[in-house]
């Protein structure tokens, strides 16, 4: 069983940055793939980016690239979003997860990932 605590949300007004840590803990965490999602109100479940087991393949969903970059340290089990230039529709509830692998196609899916965080919240308002 994995555990993934995610933190670093909070208030930032646009143009800002914020970035976000994930915690994983349990048996053979450096194994897993992590990922990065966001839910706004209303909206469906959406895949920021992915980092495989060992930090040496990363994907993107194309609308976040170059302003999202995700990264991982394995000694410390802690898997980063740096977010820059946030804008008001980058608010929503940011979550972590863990799962067998980072995709190389085009999407990045849920339901790929087995073990998730519960979620920081970031608010992008002036």
């Known amino acids: 069983q994995i555990q993934v605590v995610e933190s670093g949300g909070g208030l930032v007004e646009p143009g800002g940055s914020l970035r976000l840590s994930c915690v994983a803990s349990?048996?053979?965490?450096?194994?897993?793939?992590m990922a990065w999602f966001r839910q706004a109100p209303g909206k469906k479940r959406v895949g920021i980016s992915c980092?495989?087991?060992?930090?040496?393949?990363?994907k993107y969903t194309e609308s976040m690239e170059g302003r999202f970059t995700i990264s991982r340290n394995n000694a410390k089990n802690v898997t980063y979003l740096q977010m820059n230039s946030l804008n008001v529709d980058d608010s929503a509830v940011y979550s972590c997860?863990?799962?067998?692998?980072?995709?190389?196609?085009?999407?990045?899916?849920?339901?790929?990932?087995?073990?998730w965080g519960q979620g920081t919240q970031v608010t992008v308002s002036s």
């Open positions: 349990g048996r053979d965490v450096n194994h897993f793939s």
């Open positions: 997860a863990a799962g067998p692998v980072c995709t190389r196609s085009r999407v990045i899916w849920p339901h790929d990932y087995h073990y």
């Open positions: 980092i495989d087991a060992s930090g040496t393949h990363t």
